[in-house]
Nanobody, 124 residues
Framework: QVQLVESGGGLVQAGGSLRLSCAAS????????MAWFRQAPGKEREFVAG????????YYADSVKGRFTISRDNAKNTVYLQMNSLNAEDTAVYYC?????????????????WGQGTQVTVSS
């Protein structure tokens, strides 16, 4: 079992920045591929960014490329999402997800473990 706890969400003005964190416990974190998804009201949960268990492969959704950066610290069992140049369209609940030693996938059904989510609200 893997437990994931997100933090770092909040209210920010357009153009601002936030850094989300996802702390993992319950299994060797370094063997999990990690990803961030988000879900806005009335919309499907969508892929934002993913990082392989080794950190060698990183992928971003087109909508966040150049603005968001995913990283991981295996010594701290934590994955991060640095979000810059935020706009109103980034408003959503952001979820951390994990899958065991597999490639990064943009398909939410490929991830077995999920956090409870953290709200990000960008005011225009």
């Amino acid at each position: 079992q893997v437990q994931l706890v997100e933090s770092g969400g909040g209210l920010v003005q357009a153009g601002g920045s936030l850094r989300l964190s996802c702390a993992a416990s319950g299994r060797t974190f370094s063997t999990d591929t990690m990803a961030w998804f988000r879900q806005a009201p009335g919309k499907e949960r969508e892929f934002v960014a993913g990082i392989s268990w080794s950190g060698a492969s990183i992928y971003y959704a087109d909508s966040v490329k150049g603005r968001f950066t995913i990283s991981r610290d295996n010594a701290k069992n934590t994955v991060y999402l640095q979000m810059n140049s935020l706009n109103a369209e980034d408003t959503a609940v952001y979820y951390c997800a994990a899958r065991y030693r597999s490639s990064v996938s943009a398909n939410r059904d490929d991830y077995r473990y999920w956090g409870q989510g953290t709200q990000v609200t960008v005011s225009s």
